[in-house]
């Protein structure tokens, strides 16, 4: 028999290793929903602006990227990637593990500062 405390350690573990070898899925169950609210000020803070026009935030008109206008609704992320939630947050932390040589620069974004930047980026429809 297996202690709990064994038990649950080794569930967490395997919690831990599944998440590591599952490209695409950075954002888990529990984290699924980020928080819309902050979106603006880390959108500000990461100047998302210099690249992108997005709506609502004050100053976001670059012309690098494309516009986000009605992000929320696309059907794809940048042309290739099915637009979800867990997707959304994966290429914010990560483009380019999320699609290799494309121009949008992995900026160092934490999962959970990502997550809200997604949250908010879904309200634009
Ligand atoms: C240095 C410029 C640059 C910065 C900074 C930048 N992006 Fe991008 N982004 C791009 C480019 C270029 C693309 C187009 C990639 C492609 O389609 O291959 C893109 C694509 C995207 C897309 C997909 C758009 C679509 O139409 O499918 C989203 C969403 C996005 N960026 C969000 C963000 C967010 C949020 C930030 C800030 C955390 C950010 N970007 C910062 C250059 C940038």
Known sequence: MMCPTTRLLI???????????????????????????????????????SCHEIPGIAGADGNVGPPLHRIGTRTYIAGYIQNSPDNMADWIENPQRALPGNAMPRMGIPQRDARDIAAFLYTLK
């Open 11 to 49: 569930a967490s573990l395997l919690a831990v290793t599944a998440g590591a070898c599952e490209p695409g899925k950075a954002a888990g169950p529990g984290n699924f929903i980020g928080d819309a609210r902050r979106g603006p000020d880390l959108i500000k803070q990461y100047q998302c602006g």
